[in-house]
Each structure stands twice: as C-alpha cells, then as structure tokens.
C-alpha cells in the first residue's frame, strides 16, 4: 500500500526550518539541477526526489511564507509534481525543497524563476543553456 501525500503545510515547514540547514542556492550536475533535494532535468521534462517523476504543464516551485514560533518567518521553496486532478483523479503531489530566512526571499524568487523556466523548456522540448542565479554571500 502507498501513503496518501499530503501537500506542504506550514508545521512540515517549521520542522524543516528547525532540523536543518537553509538553502544554499541552485546546484548542478551535468544532466540535472538540484535544490535541496528537488532535481529538475537538463536534457528531459522529468524531476523531482530520488523518485524521478516526469513533469506536466501543472509542475512548478512555488513559494510559502511561514511564520516561526518565535516570530520570525521564513520563505519555503515547494516543488509541486502535479495539481490536484491533473491528470483526472489525481491527488496533487508536491514536496518541500528547503527554506530560506525571510531575508533572502528575493533570492529564492530567483531560484523558482529560473527552475520554472527551465521546467517549461524541457516540456517544450528545448535543451538547457542557462546558467543558475548564484547565492549573494552574507
């Protein structure tokens, strides 16, 4: 039997903020691009974790704003696989990439610009030639 996916809710966003790391920005390997542990294909319309999923044209990063227990927020980066019936009778899948201080938010409307963009070509068939927004050092 296969557990229900729940989509990315703000307590699944604490409990990455408070167990790990923010993130550093896009990485690369020759075949794909990687943030967090979201992978999104150079050379193909599929991605994801290490369960590689093909992409539709519901697939996307998207952003959550997410307040903190102390008062603080942080900026959320989600992968959403597929909406809600898309294709007919499916449930929306989506998984959370990583988070970043509410500070950098600018930068990871950057990252979600960019991977967007570059799930779009890959559904339209066009090969990667960009090269990702880097990361402004602190």
Known sequence: MIAEHKPVDDD???LKAETSRPLAGIEQTE???LLGHMHVGKHSADGGTSWRVAFSRTSRFYKRVTPLADGAQV??????ICDENDPPGQKQIEHLAGWVPS???SEADQWIAFLNEEIAQRL???PTTRQPPHRTPA
Do not use: I
């Open 12 to 14: 699944k966003v604490r």
């Open 124 to 126: 339209a068939g066009v």
């Open 75 to 80: 900026v959320a980066v989600v992968l959403r």
């Open 103 to 105: 500070e950098c938010e």
């Open 31 to 33: 075949d794909e691009w």
